[in-house]
């Protein structure tokens, strides 16, 4: 689904990541773990076409990133849904059209799909707010609204950026819930965190391969977390 094979990335400073190689497979779940500047987010990025590597090869969907028409890319990040860390909404919008954004931005018929919309926001436990525009939202519910609309387009891979870096212990583990949920109905998923009490939560429930950027490369995280 999301190939990086000796993938590289440097930025104006210099080199960030170097020989980074990661197949994700359908239906897989993987943690990224490091330090804060580590690479983490930038990583995430190439995964998902916002970068693109300096250096090896990043495939999306069996095709290489750098043969991709802009039309292309588009159309293939309607298969990977993103929550990033830092949940941006617009304001000025309910917490319900924001969910329903990406269905409105790719020329969906939104009222057709209202059925599913409701259905997805009662999911990640907003109906009661779905009126509300967004500054009105705790951090968790925030971060639910963010997960329901990167997932609106039912998406193929669900890459996730610090998910529970801003919520309390008991909103950390609903969400990573509906992560698993997630992964349970078949979708690949992608979180970059650095919060190894969650790590080891998930993996008393499900099979999840760890991994590391420690000195700009990837590695298979030890036994120890």
């Given at each position: 689904?999301?190939e990086?094979?000796?993938?590289?990335?440097?930025?104006?400073?210099?080199?960030?990541?170097?020989?980074?190689?990661?197949?994700?497979?359908?239906?897989?779940?993987?943690?990224?773990?490091?330090?804060?500047?580590?690479?983490?987010?930038?990583?995430?990025?190439?995964?998902?076409?916002?970068l693109?590597?300096?250096?090896?090869?990043?495939?999306?969907?069996?095709?290489?990133?750098?043969?991709?028409?802009?039309?292309?890319?588009?159309?293939?990040?309607?298969?990977?849904?993103?929550?990033?860390?830092?949940?941006?909404?617009?304001?000025?919008?309910?917490?319900?059209?924001?969910?329903?954004?990406?269905l409105?931005v790719?020329?969906?018929?939104?009222?057709?799909?209202q059925?599913?919309?409701?259905?997805?926001?009662?999911?990640?436990?907003?109906?009661?707010?779905?009126?509300?525009?967004?500054?009105?939202?705790?951090?968790?519910?925030?971060?639910?609204?963010?997960?329901?609309?990167?997932?609106?387009?039912?998406?193929?891979?669900?890459?996730?950026?610090?998910?529970?870096?801003?919520?309390?212990?008991?909103?950390?583990?609903?969400?990573?819930?509906?992560?698993?949920?997630?992964?349970?109905?078949?979708?690949?998923?992608?979180?970059?965190?650095?919060?190894?009490?969650?790590?080891?939560?998930?993996?008393?429930?499900?099979?999840?391969?760890?991994?590391?950027?420690?000195?700009?490369?990837?590695?298979?995280a030890?036994?120890?977390?």
């Open positions: 689904m999301i990086l094979e000796n993938a590289a990335y440097n930025y104006g400073g210099g080199e960030l990541l170097n020989d980074m190689s990661l197949r994700l497979q359908p239906g897989s779940f993987h943690f990224l773990t490091g330090p804060s500047g580590a690479g983490k987010s930038t990583f995430l990025k190439l995964c998902y076409m916002e693109v590597a300096s250096g090896g090869a990043v495939q999306v969907f069996g095709t290489d990133v750098r043969d991709l028409e802009r039309d292309q890319i588009a159309m293939a990040r309607r298969r990977i849904g993103v929550v990033h860390q830092d949940c941006k909404f617009l304001d000025h919008l309910s917490v319900a059209e924001n969910i329903a954004l990406p409105t790719s020329g969906r018929d939104v009222q057709a799909e059925q599913n919309l409701n259905e997805l926001i009662s999911w990640v436990g907003l109906t009661s707010q779905q009126n509300q525009r967004p500054p009105e939202l705790s951090g968790g519910e925030r971060q639910r609204a963010a997960l329901a609309r990167a997932i609106i387009m039912d998406p193929d891979v669900i890459l996730a950026d610090e998910p529970t870096g801003n919520v309390d212990w008991e909103m950390s583990q609903r969400l990573l819930s509906l992560l698993i949920e997630l992964n349970r109905m078949g979708k690949s998923v992608l979180i970059a965190t650095h919060d190894l009490n969650l790590i080891r939560m998930a993996k008393s429930q499900i099979s999840a391969r760890v991994l590391r950027i420690k000195d700009k490369r990837l590695q298979l030890g036994a120890d977390l």
